[in-house]
């Protein structure tokens, strides 16, 4: 059983519909609905832990031996490696992966399509407001995929109050959509932009160190974050 075996039993285990999994991972259904149909040819890693997580499942229970397989011992040094890391660690560890898969795919595909994408000169802060002006806007060119074609721009973060789901120096691909409770957003107030997540009433942040902020009319939502943009993933001119 392969990955996507296991990740559609699991799916029909639980009795989760895709809709569910959307809301609990933070990943777009679109986005999903291609994952699931195996059309999804290099997900990140990042991506199937959100949705094994999202089932009540974990990457142990993805990738145990179905078949009666066992483990080389190179892959269980590895994995016991993994578990030894921090999870700045693991974080890094997961991008070194996904770099060397993009790179095997795109030498078995070749060149692949890229798009303009906009992006803010200025952060937006995961902490405290920083200001996100619209004349503050460059245009890079990214790669071509399902997550940076419908985004609508990017934004870098700064600050450690949306931590541990994202980090200081992540970029954000933000999508013009509605932001429901429990998602999480960009969001202007006086013109300084704000990440975090929508609650009833105020805006939270994941790291409780930093106390919500209650929502009035003065706060604008520029759109739903729905993942980060790998470095790999802009082309340098």
Not at 61 to 88: G, H, P, V, W
Not at 191 to 200: A, E, I, S
């Amino acid at each position: 059983m392969n990955w996507l075996n296991a990740i559609n039993w699991m799916k029909k285990n639980k009795g989760m519909t895709t809709d569910d999994i959307s809301k609990y991972s933070g990943i777009p259904k679109g986005t999903l609905n291609k994952l699931f149909a195996g059309q999804t040819k290099d997900p990140q890693l990042s991506t199937i832990r959100a949705v094994v997580h999202a089932l009540g499942y974990t990457l142990d229970d993805l990738y145990q031996d179905t078949n009666n397989q066992q483990f080389s011992e190179n892959e269980l040094a590895l994995i016991n490696k993994y578990r030894l890391l921090t999870q700045t660690g693991q974080k890094a560890a997961d991008e070194s992966i996904n770099i060397l898969l993009r790179l095997e795919e795109s030498i078995i595909s070749g060149p692949q399509n890229t798009i303009p994408l906009r992006i803010s000169e200025q952060s937006a802060a995961a902490g405290h407001g920083a200001y996100l002006g619209p004349e503050s806007f460059q245009i890079i060119d990214v790669l071509d995929n399902d997550m940076t074609h419908h985004a609508g721009f990017a934004v870098p973060v700064s600050g450690d109050s949306m931590e541990p789901k994202y980090h200081d120096g992540d970029i954000l691909l933000i999508v013009k959509e509605q932001v429901e409770i429990g998602e999480i957003g960009l969001f202007t107030l006086d013109g300084c932009g704000y990440v975090k997540k929508l609650g009833d009433g105020e805006l939270i942040s994941l790291n409780p160190e930093y106390e919500p902020i209650p929502l009035d009319d003065s706060i604008i939502c520029n759109g739903k974050v729905v993942g980060t943009l790998p470095k790999e993933w802009i082309i340098e001119k």
